[in-house]
């Protein structure tokens, strides 16, 4: 497939890289344009209010590559208007001023961590570029990467440089991302107005089985501090308390029993 990469957590991701090299060894045709700096929590957030830079960089990724100074969103907006228009694949690979084929899909991710439940949903950059995907048409998928407390720690301690560990879990998670990327979407039709979220547990083995989910209900209140000295709030990471139903299988559920969680948000179904 013909698809665009992006995510929030920065074009200098690890488990960006990961997933480039899992996709172009399953054969897919890729261009990457992803933000300059990493944009969590930002949603489906479009930087109105500031000029956005794009750039064309070499990541080492093989394939086109872009870095754009703005959040998830506005990557795939300006790649799809802008970027990818400069671009065709002739068989020996991209040339300058062609018309392009098609985007046959958006990917975003792997995001390092989660993005389950309702209370996280709405506020991932990954999901929200993939939104951005849907928004033009264009089948869209997101996947993250569950870690323990300790193992974000960890990362983020390393300056993003996974442990031998955690790269061989993430090695195992992007093989998987490969295999269901044409799988669903492929089956998704164009101007569907859903996204698929994937989550894969920590850790994840090559016989994981994928279930299908829905968003767990999360409460999440006080994500932010009291006032400091200096006058200020600083936010505070919660997993927030889970008041899900039984049933159906949620996400969280799905990811604490060691599975890979499906979701499909249709976002056709709000307000209906």
Not at 122 to 145: C, K, V
Not at 222 to 229: A, H, N, R
């Amino acid at each position: 497939m013909r698809l665009l990469l992006t995510n929030d957590d920065g074009i200098d991701s690890v488990f960006l890289g990961e997933l480039v090299t899992a996709l172009r060894h399953a054969g897919h045709t890729l261009a990457v344009v992803a933000p300059k700096h990493e944009q969590s929590w930002i949603g489906a957030a479009k930087s109105r209010h500031r000029p956005v830079t794009s750039e064309r960089v070499d990541r080492g990724f093989g394939c086109p590559t872009w870095v754009v100074n703005g959040t998830p969103s506005d990557c795939v907006n300006i790649a799809i208007a802008h970027l990818l228009p400069q671009l065709t694949d002739t068989g020996s690979g991209p040339i300058e001023g062609a018309r392009p084929e098609p985007v046959e899909g958006v990917v975003s991710g792997v995001n390092i961590g989660l993005n389950a439940t309702l209370g996280f949903i709405l506020a991932s950059g990954t999901i929200g570029g993939a939104w951005e995907g849907a928004l033009h048409g264009i089948p869209a998928i997101a996947f993250s990467q569950d870690l323990d407390f300790e193992a974000f720690d960890r990362l983020k301690t390393a300056g993003g440089i996974p442990s031998p560990e955690l790269l061989a879990n993430l090695r195992i998670s992007v093989q998987h991302a490969a295999r269901l990327v044409p799988e669903l979407l492929g089956a998704t039709a164009p101007r569907s107005f859903v996204v698929h979220n994937l989550n894969f547990p920590d850790p994840c083995r090559p016989d994981t089985p994928v279930h299908r989910t829905v968003p767990a209900r999360v409460v999440v209140p006080g994500l932010f501090s009291p006032l400091q000295d200096d006058g200020t709030h600083r936010f505070v990471f919660k997993q927030g308390e889970d008041v899900s139903p039984g049933e159906p299988l949620t996400d969280r559920a799905a990811l604490t029993n060691g599975w890979i969680s499906h979701s499909l948000l249709d976002y056709r179904k709000l307000g209906y």
